[in-house]
């Protein structure tokens, strides 16, 4: 049968993001698991996936856009976006001057006043671009805000910021002070 590779990338972002324990997956403390491991998982979480292969995860990984996931010596792991408790160790990093964060006016009013919060996730997400800040603020608005981030000075006051994939950034909390509407 043929394999929705979105639909699997989806449930690979709940295995690998969210819900590793419900797919009987442990990370470890940055994230990785076995890919074989997830590729027995998978395989029983829906029948349609019985015969689940390691290849159809490289696929997912070859679709176009957004680089969600890293594979490497046989294990794989979510470059970002985790919520689950345990936080997963990033490597630090200097960022550009300016990152971007993409959101709406509702939640802009809130950012005024307590600066970008990881809100559901472990961490704050920015994007390097303008143009994927936008699309970032798409997913929830059609009125998106854009902030610039001073992510240089900010870094140079003490605000941690990590690696994410080639595109997006990860940071612990960034108060008002560093933030500006475009
Ligand atoms: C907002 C997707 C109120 C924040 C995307 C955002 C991204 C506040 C929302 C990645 C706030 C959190 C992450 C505050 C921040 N008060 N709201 N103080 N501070 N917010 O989804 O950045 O497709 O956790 O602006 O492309 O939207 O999943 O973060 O609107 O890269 O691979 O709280 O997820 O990637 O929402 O998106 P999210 P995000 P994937």
Known sequence: MEIDLRQLSRTM???LRHQPASFGLILDDEGWVSVDLLVSALRQHRSAWQQLHVSDIEQVMALPGKKRYELRAGRIRAYYGHSIQ???RRETAVPPARLFHGTTPAAYKQICQSGLLPMGRQYVHLSEDRET???VA???TSQ???LVVAAL???Q???QFY???DSVWLADTIPPLYLTRQ
């Open 13 to 15: 972002a709940y295995a």
């Open 86 to 88: 345990q936080r997963m």
């Open 133 to 135: 800040a936008l699309q």
């Open 138 to 140: 798409r997913r929830r």
């Open 144 to 146: 998106p805000v854009i």
């Open 153 to 155: 000075d900010a870094h």
């Open 157 to 159: 006051a003490g605000i």
């Open 163 to 165: 690696l994410g994939n």
